[in-house]
């Protein structure tokens, strides 16, 4: 809402003009235009540009461009409240990994998945061991059942890198 143009800063020589009402007024010359909302004891605002508009032919509305500015920010405070940010935690991991570091790291995974996090699960395998996908898709397969019912796979492991493999993992609802 930020820079728009209103009054006598409104450049353009002729505007499709809306009330404050909604209602169209038509096509009217700038002067037209703010003296009509002089009348009415608005501001004129410039809401599209012609050189923004599809049919070349500008926009502005009468209204009150304190209160315009006022409801717009309430929006903005209103859906930046609403939003929902979610956090990607990781988990990274060899393919030789010990059961207990494993159960370890699920219980861990579960508990960010339960927050609302969703957890990125990573096996780094250097070497001869990266060409052993059986081990790889084993460990990935022990952690999956080790979190349980509690996460789903969003995205299945993949080769992202010839040493790394990734999946993501989030709360199953």
């Known amino acids: 809402m ?3 143009l209103i009054n006598q ?3 353009e020589n002729s505007m499709l003009v809306i009330d404050e009402s909604g209602q169209k007024l038509g096509i009217l010359s700038r ?5 009509e909302a002089e009348k ?3 501001d004129l ?3 599209v540009p012609s050189n923004q508009s599809k049919n070349n032919q500008a926009i502005a509305k009468i209204t009150d461009y304190g209160k315009m ?3 717009q920010k309430v929006k903005e405070r209103l859906s930046k409240k609403n939003q929902t940010i979610t956090k990607v935690k990781e988990i990274k991991v060899r393919p ?3 059961e207990n570091d494993l159960r370890w790291m699920a219980k861990n995974a579960t508990n960010w998945l339960n927050d609302g996090n969703q957890v990125k699960f990573k096996i780094k395998a250097y070497g001869r061991i990266g060409f052993k996908l059986e081990l790889i898709e084993e460990t ?3 952690f999956l059942n080790l979190i349980g019912e509690i996460g789903k796979v969003q995205i299945p492991l993949k080769k992202v890198t010839p040493v790394l493999y990734e999946a993501i993992i989030v709360k199953n609802k």
């Open 2 to 4: 930020q820079n728009k």
């Open 9 to 11: 800063q409104i450049r």
């Open 31 to 35: 002067n037209e235009a703010l003296r």
């Open 40 to 42: 009415r004891g608005y």
């Open 45 to 47: 605002v410039l809401i």
């Open 69 to 71: 500015l006022y409801e």
């Open 96 to 98: 030789q990994i010990a």
């Open 140 to 142: 990935y397969n022990k």
